[in-house]
């Protein structure tokens, strides 16, 4: 029985055990997908124990995907480009990393959008580590003109440092003006979600036919996607980033390529709305 894995820390909120558990159910696959709780002081020993462990490999959510990006023995360019690793499998005793959170953006926007590629300049909000790899998605479809806005302009800086000429760094504070001439606009960050760390950023200016989306999935139509309904324009929300950016360490682990489709997202979409019930 082939089994995988998710490891974090905290790892109950982890969705995945139900996303992976849905397709190897849909599959009658005879395999297994368990969530581990490894503490960061732990991790390097999980990582050494991984091929003697009997998984076939396993995602690393938060705080490991930069830690697993260093332990790793062998990474492909997804994972160089984004500095990160989140689907893990063995190789010869060695422990291989990928990083999927470009292809899951990518693929999100692709079911949503049909012209996202072909557009011109997008705007993304914040420069962590999701924001990288949001931006090596966006300039690896060839999007001309990226523009970063963080609330720390030194990180802004060197996020824009790593992609060279077309991707430039800005101040939060003059994301209107950024917004005017975006055709994207992405959201990256947990900005305005905890209730009290500010007003949700202004979308006025922004360009009616401008598309936005956010990476955050809970809640499923955040502060920000509101705002840019509220100002009638077209929204992507972040679930089906979690959903695509799952497929390639399935089909690896368990070797049957799953489909995102609409029952996956009612799916789990129940889940969501279960767990925001509970006290
Ligand atoms: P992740 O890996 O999810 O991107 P991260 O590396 O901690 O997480 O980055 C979080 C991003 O959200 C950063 O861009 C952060 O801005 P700073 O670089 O200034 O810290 C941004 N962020 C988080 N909370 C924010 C807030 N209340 N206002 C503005 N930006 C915020």
């Not at 009290?196 to 139509?221: C, F, K, M, N």
């Amino acid at each position: 029985m082939t089994k995988a894995f998710v490891a974090g820390w905290p790892v109950a909120h982890s969705l995945s055990p139900q996303l992976h558990g849905y397709w190897l159910q849909r599959h009658a696959i005879a395999g297994s997908y368990q969530a581990m709780a490894v503490p960061p002081h732990d991790f390097a020993q999980f990582i050494a124990n991984l091929p003697q462990s009997g998984f076939a490999g396993g995602n690393v959510t938060i705080p490991h995907k930069e830690a697993a990006f260093s332990l790793c023995a062998a990474k492909d360019g997804e994972a160089l480009a984004i500095g990160a690793v989140n689907t893990l499998w063995t190789e010869n005793a060695r422990v291989c990393g990928t990083c999927t959170d470009s292809y899951g953006f990518a693929a999100n926007l692709d079911d949503h959008s049909g012209n996202w590629r072909t557009m011109q300049t997008a705007l993304v909000i914040g420069a962590g580590g999701a924001a990288r790899a949001v931006v090596h998605a966006l300039i690896k479809a060839g999007l001309s003109k990226i523009t970063i806005a963080n609330r720390t302009p030194e990180r802004a800086d060197s996020l824009a440092g790593l992609f060279g000429p077309k991707v430039s760094a800005h101040r939060l504070d003059t994301f209107p003006q950024l917004a005017r001439h975006a055709n994207l606009i992405i959201n990256t960050t947990s900005l305005g979600m905890d209730g009290q760390s500010g007003e949700v950023l202004s979308l006025d200016e922004a360009s009616s036919d401008a598309l936005v989306t956010d990476i955050v999935y809970v809640p499923l139509e955040t502060p920000f996607l509101a705002a840019a309904r509220l100002r009638g324009l077209k929204t992507i929300d972040g679930l089906g980033m979690l959903l695509h950016q799952a497929v390639p360490g399935f089909e690896r682990w368990f070797g049957v390529r799953p489909q995102v489709d609409l029952p996956l997202r009612a799916h789990l979409l129940a889940i969501l709305d279960h767990r925001s019930r509970q006290p």
